[in-house]
Every structure is written in structure tokens, then in C-alpha cells.
């Protein structure tokens, strides 16, 4: 099955600095890849996906690439902002015979110091 | 509020007992999931629905463990004789198909005593 891992597992920037999430996927057939926020107690909330047809992807202060050769993905968040603060999971979904199942990362808790 | 609701919120529970928890999607979703969320971890796929079929179950999900969607609306996921190691967050999501954003609810955190 699809393995995702996700670093770091911790991050804290200065207000205003680049945060930077980085994953990898097994699954060579994955081809959707959401990132999800989760503030303490709450619900997660996707932030922004990609799929594998697109190769980089911007919403506002948010980014996400895709490397499908390397199998990896990763979250850029610009001028961080104290409501940053949250755990981001990156996750993968499977190919046509898979497109049901999210697997999740770790998680990366980060932290924006004002 | 439109989005996926869950009920209870929190559930606390001796070893043995059984619960039941459920989930009431996005109206026109026709896909439902479950997932597990452990403290520190991401969640972890348990089960799905298209419509009423329960179309894959996690090898996470034991014998103890039933859920069903009876009429392709809300669902339920039973636990029989819940085991401490089943305390966790039980989050529920629907999505309208495959490769669509799921939306999660907001969770039943479950302990055993």
C-alpha cells in the first residue's frame, strides 16, 4: 500500500519567514495530493492539492510542487502569520483502482513566533 | 451548517462496552469514509461507502468493528467490546465521487477506560 512520510515533524519560523513541509510517496500510481490543516481540537481543512498533472500550484501565501520522477511533494507558506500555527498533513490518493483512500503523513506541527 | 456533522463529540466508555457513533455527510456527497486519528499521527483509513455499498474496509478494522450506511445518508460505526487500545478520534468525511476534496467532520474522540 502507499506509504507517506512527511518531515520535518516540527517547525517554528518567525513571523513573517517561509515555512517549508516536505513528502514523499511510494505509490507510483498516487496522482491527487491535499494538504490539510488542523488547528488543536478542530477539524482538518484542506488548504490546497495538486493532482499529477500539474507540476506547481499557488493560493495566495500558499504553494504546493509535485515531483512525480522523485515521488515527492512539498508545502510552501509565505510570510507566515501567527494563524499559521497548526499541524499540516500532506496525504496521497491512489490510482483508478484506489481513488478512495488518503494516506496521511505524520504531521508537522509548526509554529510562528510573533 | 452544511458541512459533515458527528455525533457524539465525546464518548467515554468502559472496556467491554459497546458504542456506536455516527456521522450525517454533505447532502449531495455520495462518497463516506471513516478514518482513525491517533495522537501525533495522521488519520488512518478505515472504511468507505459509495452510496450504501461498503465498497473497502481497512485490515484495521477488526471483527468488533461494523459500519453501515443503510439508505446512502448518514452512517454509524459500531465498536463491540471496546478495548483501550481503541481510544482514539473517529473522524468521519464525504466527498461528491473519487479525486474530489474529502471534507472531514469534526470527529468523536472516544476513550476506554
Known amino acids: 500500500g502507499e506509504n507517506v512520510e512527511q518531515h520535518p515533524s516540527t517547525l517554528s519560523v518567525q513571523e513573517g519567514d517561509s515555512a517549508v513541509i516536505k513528502c514523499t510517496y511510494s505509490?507510483?500510481?498516487?496522482?491527487?495530493f491535499p494538504w490539510y490543516k488542523q488547528e488543536l481540537g478542530k477539524r482538518p481543512q484542506l488548504i490546497i492539492d495538486?493532482?499529477?498533472?500539474?507540476g506547481e500550484k499557488k493560493d495566495q501565501r500558499i504553494a504546493v510542487t509535485l515531483n512525480k520522477t522523485a515521488k515527492h511533494f512539498s508545502l510552501h507558506i509565505t510570510e507566515t502569520q501567527p494563524e499559521d500555527s497548526a499541524v499540516y498533513f500532506c496525504?496521497?490518493?491512489?490510482?483508478?483502482?484506489?481513488?478512495?483512500?488518503?494516506?496521511f503523513g505524520a504531521g508537522t506541527t509548526v509554529t510562528v513566533r510573533a | 451548517d452544511t458541512g459533515v456533522s458527528q455525533d457524539p463529540r465525546h464518548k467515554i466508555t468502559k472496556r467491554g462496552q459497546n458504542v456506536t457513533f455516527r456521522c450525517d455527510p454533505i447532502?449531495?456527497?455520495?462518497?463516506l469514509y471513516w478514518y482513525r486519528q491517533t495522537l501525533g499521527q495522521g488519520p488512518e483509513f478505515l472504511t468507505y461507502?459509495?452510496?450504501?455499498?461498503?465498497?473497502?474496509k481497512s485490515r484495521l478494522l477488526s471483527d468488533r468493528f461494523s459500519a453501515e450506511r443503510p439508505k446512502g445518508s448518514f452512517s454509524t460505526l459500531e465498536i463491540q467490546r471496546t478495548e483501550q487500545g481503541d481510544s482514539a478520534m473517529y473522524l468521519c468525511?464525504?466527498?461528491?465521487?473519487?479525486?474530489?476534496?474529502?471534507?472531514f467532520g469534526p470527529g468523536t474522540r472516544l476513550t476506554v477506560l
Open positions: 468525511a464525504s466527498s461528491k465521487g473519487g479525486y474530489n476534496e474529502q471534507f
Open positions: 447532502s449531495e456527497h455520495n462518497r
Open positions: 505509490d507510483s500510481a498516487s496522482n491527487y
Open positions: 495538486i493532482r499529477s498533472n500539474v
Open positions: 461507502f459509495q452510496n450504501e455499498a461498503q465498497l473497502e
Open positions: 496525504a496521497a490518493l491512489g490510482g483508478p483502482f484506489n481513488d478512495y483512500k488518503l494516506s
